[in-house]
């Protein structure tokens, strides 16, 4: 019974060891296993919108993200309509998109380095983004950015990154 203790123990170091080494903690993480893409918020400071992007997914070998691609979009928190917001997704490092579906709102702007999407009413607790065929040119570094515009609200318009 001890032994089967410390053996979870010693895994449970490593692989916290692991994670904190390769940088993975908070980040996305690409898999060649069989975890199944999930979406992941992240709050963004004083501005009702979340940001929602795929946190876990699988790549194949020749660095294409399976599955359909990688889902980015925002989530409006507040029961307010917001007016002509555009949420857009720009390669920083290392990524090339391809075809890409609008989740609510319409893509207006797709590029391989750069992706948009466009609603002019967003609701109150509505959801606005897109899944895009995604290749990684570097599996271990890739990173985007996230830009929101909109009116009615005070947000800033540069909402950080995205990547590994």
Do not use: E
């Amino acid at each position: 019974m001890n032994r089967m203790r410390t053996s979870a123990a010693v895994l449970a170091t490593a692989g916290a060891l692991t994670a904190a080494q390769l940088g993975l903690a908070g980040s996305a993480s690409a898999a060649t296993g069989s975890a199944a893409p999930k979406a992941a918020p992240r709050a963004v400071a004083g501005c009702p919108i979340d940001i929602v992007y795929t946190s876990r997914f699988q790549i194949n070998r020749n660095g294409w993200v399976t599955n359909g691609g990688l889902y980015f979009g925002i989530k409006n928190k507040s029961r307010s309509t917001i007016k002509n917001v555009t949420f857009t997704v720009t390669n920083v490092k290392n990524v090339r998109f391809g075809r890409a579906l609008p989740k609510g709102g319409k893509v207006t702007h797709k590029t391989s380095k750069t992706v948009s999407v466009f609603d002019k009413t967003f609701k109150g607790k509505a959801k606005l983004g897109f899944k895009v065929n995604t290749h990684l040119l570097n599996t271990r570094s890739y990173k985007v950015k996230f830009a929101v515009h909109g009116t009615g609200w005070n947000c800033a318009v540069n909402q950080g990154t995205w990547g590994a």
